[in-house]
């Protein structure tokens, strides 16, 4: 038990390491965007500092794998050295997966958000999008207007075969559900929020709103927070 304690003291990072803050960091924007009904901004920063360390954690794996092993003064020490280098492996292999377990996640709720409404993204949040995603999303929407046109809306006339149409007030394009209920935590003193989203409000009678305090836990819409996620105010539990 002291050998395994020690091999994952070695390879664990310090509470004060920044691959421990960005894993926490990462954490909480896949928790967030698979809460959130509405595409959240791209975590480029973020993703590009864990991208690079993955790829460094990937490059120090295959060094070890492709490294001969110690020559052993005896058996044991043969024995021991080599069941100590093969739980380190391990011990780094499974932490990268978890780290790929998290990116993978995120960027799939986000890939469903954008294949759910793609119209209402293009149009309303085009600027929180990765290049990638950009082109994933033109790509999808070009896929479908095709395959609509040639189902059945070229045979609508061409006042009718537009899909982000808003004639007669009623708009064709799918939103997500603003109204929706989230759970959020509040990371510092907000105030009142009400149902029309913001802290600190006057108090306009029971029902009006709630009022957050650092650590608290809400059901609210999602409507009512949207700006105090994006300020970090708030987070999505």
Known sequence: MADIADILASVAPSPTDPSTTDLHSLTRAYIAERCAPELLPYPTALLDRTLARLRTQISTIEDALAAPPPLPTTHTSSTTTGAKASFTLVVLQTELERWKWLIRGLLRARLAKIDRHPLHVARAHADRLAPAERSYLEAHQALLERHYSASFMAAFPPALRRLDDVAGGISMVDEPDGER??????????????????????????????????????VVRWSSVRELVGRGEVELV
């Open 181 to 218: 209920a989230v759970f959020v935590r509040a990371l510092r003193e907000v105030g009142r929020v009400g149902r029309e989203g913001g802290g600190g409000g006057e108090e306009e009678g029971e029902g009006a709103g709630v009022v957050m305090k650092k650590g608290d836990v809400w």
